[in-house]
């Protein structure tokens, strides 16, 4: 079915910025809300960000004025820039398409570890 591929995830200092990519498979990707969520050691998965079909976005109060989600439906990629990163950002991030609660669907996870 749809595929999401995650890229960007790494080891950053605290203060230091990364970009997440995510690429979707399939033609239907401009119709869904894409996201971004997180697992942090011994944390539930908690939404960090959301990019509707239009444009419009939602921040999780921990990320706002730090993370800016987007979309670019001519390459079916969604991205998270994070800026000003802190150790406790320090997680697995997922990205997530959702056109309905029942058509929805994850990438794979990948790893951002926020340390000196």
């Known amino acids: 079915q749809a595929q999401l591929v995650e890229s960007g995830g790494g080891l950053v200092q605290p203060g230091g910025s990364l970009r997440l990519s995510c690429a979707a498979s399939?033609?239907?990707?401009?119709?869904?809300?894409m996201g971004w969520y997180r697992q942090g050691p011994g944390k539930q998965r908690e939404l960090v960000a959301t990019?509707?079909?239009?444009?419009?976005?939602n921040y999780e109060d921990s990320v706002k004025g730090r993370f800016t989600i987007s979309r670019d439906n001519a390459k079916n990629t969604v991205y998270l820039k994070m800026n000003s990163l802190k150790p406790e950002d320090t997680a697995v991030y997922y990205c997530?398409?959702?056109?309905?609660?029942?058509?929805?669907?994850w990438g794979q996870g990948t790893q951002v570890v926020v340390s000196s």
């Open positions: 990019i509707t079909s239009t444009g419009g976005t």
């Open positions: 399939g033609s239907m990707f401009s119709i869904y809300t």
């Open positions: 997530n398409a959702r056109r309905t609660w029942e058509d929805m669907y």
